[in-house]
Each structure stands twice: as C-alpha cells, then as structure tokens.
C-alpha cells in the first residue's frame, strides 16, 4: 500500500516546496486528487517520484513542455521518441557550449588588451565593443 501524504510531505519527500506542487498541478504536469470530506487532498509515493523525475529532466535543460511529452512517453515502448529528444537536447547544449566558449575567448582577448595598454589611454574594452 502506497503512503497518503499531504502537499507539504509530498513537497518534502520529492524535495520541492509546496507552490512547486501547485505550479505543476497547473501546467499539468501532475494531477491534482480530488478534495475529500476530511479537506485535505493527499499524494501517494508515485506523485513524488514524478516530481523527482521533472525536477532532474529540468536540471537537464527540458523545457516543461518537453518534460510533458517525456511523461506521456514513460512506460511505453518508445525508448526511440526519448532517444530522439535527448539527442536534440544535447545538440542544443553542445551548441550553446559551443557560443559560451567563443565569448570567453573574446572575453580573455578583451581583457589581456586591458591588461597589456597604457592607463591613461582609452578603454581596449569599449573600444573593442565600439569596433567590432
């Protein structure tokens, strides 16, 4: 039998607070149970693990919407579609490394110019922003 906890366990067991729950009941992303007489509504061990589950996909870079279309995939046999959207994931990050690095080249260029120039003369840095 799974255990019934109320919002606050269920943010404390998935390692959320209590307005991320919510935030994902509206997007979503979780279902929200119905109200019962006693008032409050509870959350079995399933609802965390799905919390855990879109809070790892986020720290991967997915969207919300992606994390849906994964939750819509998970139990079924489409290990292909996931494949297929974490490889467009990763072709997403290694291109966003790929600008990161070319910034802090620039970066490093700008400031061994500041470095390397004589104080009383103009900025290398604004200058190179003005330039280029």
């Given at each position: ?24 009941q ?30 790892r ?10 994390i ?30 790929s ?17 390397s ?16």
């Amino acid at each position: 039998m799974t255990e019934k906890m109320t919002i606050s366990r269920l943010a404390s067991a998935a390692g959320v607070n209590v307005e991320t729950v919510r935030f994902y009941q509206k997007s979503g992303l979780i279902d929200e149970p119905a109200r019962p007489y006693s008032g409050y509504r509870t959350y079995g061990s399933d609802d965390a693990r799905r919390i855990r589950f879109i809070k790892r996909a986020q720290l991967l870079g997915f969207t919300l919407d992606e994390i849906a279309s994964l939750l819509k995939l998970e139990g079924s046999q489409t290990c292909a579609s996931t494949r297929d959207l974490a490889a467009r994931k990763l072709a997403m990050v290694e291109a966003k490394l790929s600008d990161l690095l070319a910034m802090k080249t620039a970066l490093a260029t700008m400031v061994s110019r500041c470095d390397s120039e004589h104080p009383g003369a103009n900025c290398p840095i604004i200058q190179t922003l003005i330039d280029d």
